[in-house]
């Protein structure tokens, strides 16, 4: 089937299995903080780049995905980051 499209806003806890997030930062990191979310073989795509405030130390070069796990309780083990 087609991929679930999840929103995190209010969630205090998130479970996605083969899914995908989609949005920008509202919807990405910042929209996370507090939550437990745990992402398996899932795909955030943001459609913007982090900016301050969006991820402790600001924009962020290269690659997303080892920062984010850990990060507000996010595990991004065998999932992808598409800052695209």
Do not use: C, K
Not at 5 to 25: K, M, P, Y
Not at 47 to 62: L, N, Q, R, S, T
């Amino acid at each position: 089937g087609a991929p679930a499209a999840v929103s995190v806003f209010g969630a205090n806890e998130l479970t996605v299995d083969g899914g995908h997030i989609t949005g920008g930062r509202a919807a990405g990191v910042a929209a996370m903080d507090g939550a437990i979310v745990h992402l398996q073989r899932a795909t955030i795509r943001r459609g913007d780049a982090p900016a301050g405030g969006a991820v402790p130390g600001g924009a962020v070069p290269g690659g997303f995905g080892p920062l984010l796990d850990g990060w507000y309780g996010v595990d991004v083990s065998d999932s992808t980051v598409d800052l695209a």
